[in-house]
């Protein structure tokens, strides 16, 4: 059932990650003569895991146990475009939320949430967002700012 004995108690040996290195240790006790069924309640796996391990193992080697990277949905805005977003944004002191969803909307024609175009102004773009600070035009130019928390 286990290709390769010899071939895995060498890469059982000499695997650094301890994730692949629990996965080489289940595919030796199975094929050490232990039943599928005791070695996946033995690692607390289900039983297709173990099965499906196994086949890894069969077919792939060691590179069939690391897990792959598996790549989500690209992005509506890539980083030229965000790099470019950014310098418009930084063109004005503050923005609100709504008013940055519509510039999006009028340079790329992307429609993002409240909630994806925070995650975009904080996350990808490094900016933060708070509540403007209100200044009384009337007010000199060189005044004080006093607390009135003692």
């Not at 060498?10 to 599928?36: H, I, N, Q, R, T």
């Not at 099965?51 to 980083?79: A, F, H, M, Q, T």
């Not at 102004?121 to 005044?143: E, H, I, Q, T």
Request: aromatic share 8%; with cysteine.
């Amino acid at each position: 059932m286990i290709a390769n004995a010899e071939k895995l108690r060498e890469a059982l040996d000499e695997e650094k990650e301890p994730k692949v290195k629990w996965k080489l240790s289940f595919v030796s006790l199975v094929a050490g003569g232990m039943k599928v069924e005791e070695a996946t309640a033995h690692f607390g796996i289900g039983i297709a895991t173990g099965y499906n391990w196994i086949r890894c193992w069969n077919s792939e080697g060691v590179e069939g146990l690391v897990r792959k990277k598996i790549p989500g949905r690209p992005p509506k805005l890539d980083e030229e475009e965000l790099g470019e977003l950014k310098r418009v944004l930084k063109a004005k002191p503050y923005w609100s939320v709504k008013e940055v969803m519509r510039l999006v909307k009028e340079l790329f024609e992307v429609n993002y949430s409240d909630e994806q175009t925070r995650r975009i102004l904080v996350g990808k773009l490094g900016m933060n967002y708070a509540k403007p600070f209100v200044r009384d035009y009337r007010r000199r130019k060189d005044a004080k700012i006093s607390s009135l928390r003692g």
